[in-house]
């Protein structure tokens, strides 16, 4: 049995990938700016820097001043995590705060926005740890992220979950020694073929730990 459960925010937690990806192409129609990928598979699993680096290769003081720019249009349009939450979440972090397994937190998304989404969608009592992308040295697929948030938990990899739906997070996770649930997506193709297991709905993991 599994003593720890760590899971990716965007595309498990919350269905935040589709909204991300269309405020950023609404942001680069608006300027009427054709960005370096209008595809979101493109996208999915990427750090915030690689992201850009997506949108704007090669021109990096245009990237850096577009940069700057999005983050005021990102304030002025954020997500609204309530609506983007994913609707098994609350049941499921209660089933294992009821088994006293550990819950953390590994995502490349800002520390900042980690922690909004527990506040407005009111899960931070459920969470023991949180670690964002920005904290790391190297960004996933290297396995830092889940390193550390193993650590943080005082857990063995043997003991720990991993709940993702990109292929960089299943390869992060699993380069640490994790065994991996990926959950299936929707709005876009992630290959998850490295992962231990296939679910559907996060309410699954009960029967995986």
């Known amino acids: 049995m599994k003593k720890s459960v760590v899971f990716d925010m ?3 937690l919350v269905n935040t990938e ?3 990806f269309k405020r950023r192409m609404k942001f680069f129609n608006e300027l009427e700016i054709s960005p370096g990928s209008k595809q979101i598979d493109d996208f999915i699993g990427l750090t915030n820097s690689m992201i850009w680096e997506m949108l704007v290769p090669k ?3 245009r990237r850096k001043t577009l940069q700057e720019k999005y ?3 990102c304030n002025e349009h954020p997500a609204y995590f309530p609506k983007l939450l994913n609707p098994s979440v609350k049941k499921l972090f209660k089933e294992l705060k009821d088994k006293k ?3 953390a937190i590994a995502s490349s998304s800002a520390k900042s926005e980690i922690l909004r989404m527990l506040k407005e969608c009111e899960l931070k009592t459920y969470v023991d740890f949180v670690i964002s992308g920005d904290e790391c040295k190297k960004s996933k697929p290297d396995p830092e992220i889940y390193r550390l948030a193993t650590n943080a938990l005082n857990s063995l990899s043997e003991e720990v979950l991993a709940v993702e739906d990109s292929m960089l997070g299943i390869r992060s996770a699993k380069s640490a020694g994790l065994t991996v649930a990926a959950l299936a997506q929707k709005d876009y193709y992630a290959n998850q073929t490295e992962a231990d297991y296939k679910i559907n709905d996060l309410i699954e993991i009960t029967s995986i730990i």
């Open 10 to 12: 965007d595309g498990v």
């Open 18 to 20: 589709y909204f991300y």
């Open 59 to 61: 021109d990096t003081k």
């Open 71 to 73: 983050v005021k249009y």
């Open 101 to 103: 397994i550990k819950i």
